[in-house]
């Protein structure tokens, strides 16, 4: 297919599809990085970390498909992402959680500038579409907090990491959004 047929079909701009080719590649990075995050878990007998993170590795993935649909429907061409770079290694269970809250609140930012880019060119329609994924981020930082919290509060003396982990895989059955009081 020639280059003035795809522009026949895509009312994107070729700005806007950059940036949303590049943000699936970040979607597909992060579900790379939870679920290297899950592996090291898994691997020192925290397995409900371990599964939390293997949820939220499918969760990104499913970011990643949302954003490729979108570009498809707009009559665009989306990239399969290349991922490069996970990290593998960890200092500890701590450090992980640290790394996960960064890396959500990269991808929040990345959404402000996508959307802030999509305004100044007069993109409403896929500033709307952006708008999902700002609630969303809201949902996953705040659950990131948490997890860095349950972590601070229970501490890893007398066996504290064996509950730390049974905490923080509740957090992916309970909706947090409707958490009032605040017991969890
Ligand atoms: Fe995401
Ligand atoms: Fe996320």
């Not at 939870?34 to 939390?52: E, K, P, Q």
């Not at 959404?111 to 100044?120: G, S």
Request: glycine share 6%.
């Amino acid at each position: 297919m020639n280059t003035s047929t795809i522009r026949l079909k895509t009312s994107l701009q070729d700005s806007v599809l950059e940036l949303l080719n590049k943000q699936i590649v970040m979607e597909a990075h992060s579900s790379f990085s939870y679920l290297s995050m899950s592996a090291w878990c898994y691997s020192h007998g925290l397995n409900g970390c371990g599964d939390f993170f293997k949820k939220q590795s499918g969760e990104e993935r499913h970011h990643m498909l949302r954003i490729f649909d979108y570009v498809v429907d707009a009559g665009g061409h989306p990239l399969s992402p290349e991922v490069k770079s996970v990290e593998r290694t960890f200092e500890g269970l701590r450090d992980i959680l640290i790394k996960a809250l960064d890396q959500e609140i990269s991808i929040t930012n990345s959404f402000n500038q996508i959307t802030d880019h999509c305004h100044k060119v007069k993109d409403y329609q896929t500033a709307k579409f952006l708008h999902w994924f700002l609630e969303e981020q809201l949902e996953e930082e705040q659950q990131a907090r948490r997890c860095i919290e349950i972590y601070d509060l229970i501490g890893t003396e007398d066996g504290g990491l064996y509950r730390i982990d049974k905490e923080i895989i509740k957090l992916k059955t309970e909706d947090l959004t409707q958490r009032v009081p605040r017991t969890l």
